[in-house]
């Protein structure tokens, strides 16, 4: 009997303790607004890729990517032809140098400024395994040490993963005239 009751004591302390019957305080809304939806097709894919460039928001970035969860196939980055010399890193790029690359770009930006992406789509094609998009691009913010405009073209892999959403799975780059491309920022960043 005393062994019952110094376990029921026990329960009533804990119990009472955790404050199990009161309500929480509601968390502030985040700051940060997401325009990410789940991309059924590669024009959203795209759109997400903006909105996640031009927000600064890490995760919709790195959502755009594939997640071997869902598809087994493993991120591939193709560097435009010379960027390695200069930036050897590139070589062996993975989605992690890519999480690691928008991070430090994200905090490298002036306050008030943010990341402006433009691209037009030069070609699409489709087989029966993935899509393939080649873009235009323009992408331009400012920096204390980056600051400036890359230009230049990007072929796209993009598969479709369990979920029925589009990623990109290999991504090329190619530079363009005598512009810095997306491979020298990624260098340049990481």
């Avoid at 119990?15 to 509601?26: E, H, K, N, V, Y």
């Avoid at 094609?125 to 230009?151: H, M, P, R, T």
């Amino acid at each position: 009997m005393k062994k019952s009751f110094s376990i029921l004591t026990l329960l009533v302390g804990l119990i009472a303790g955790c404050d199990l019957w009161t309500t929480r305080s509601p968390e502030d809304p985040s700051n940060s607004t997401s325009n990410f939806v789940p991309a059924s097709d590669p024009e959203t894919l795209f759109q997400n890729l903006k909105s996640a460039l031009q927000d600064g928001i890490v995760e919709n970035y790195i959502a755009c990517f594939v997640d071997v969860s869902y598809l087994k196939k493993e991120f591939v980055f193709i560097p435009a032809s010379g960027t390695i010399i200069e930036n050897p890193r590139l070589s062996s790029w993975n989605l992690q140098a890519e999480k690691e690359y928008f991070n430090e770009l994200i905090s490298k930006l002036k306050s008030g400024s943010s990341i402006t992406f433009n691209y037009t789509i030069a070609q699409k094609d489709y087989n029966s395994e993935y899509y393939e998009y080649v873009i235009d691009y323009a992408i331009s913010f400012q920096s204390s040490s980056l600051s400036g405009e890359y230009q230049g073209t990007s072929r796209f892999k993009i598969y479709v993963d369990s979920r029925g959403q589009c990623v990109i799975v290999e991504w090329e780059d190619i530079k363009k005239n005598d512009y810095d491309c997306w491979s020298e920022l990624k260098g340049r960043t990481y």
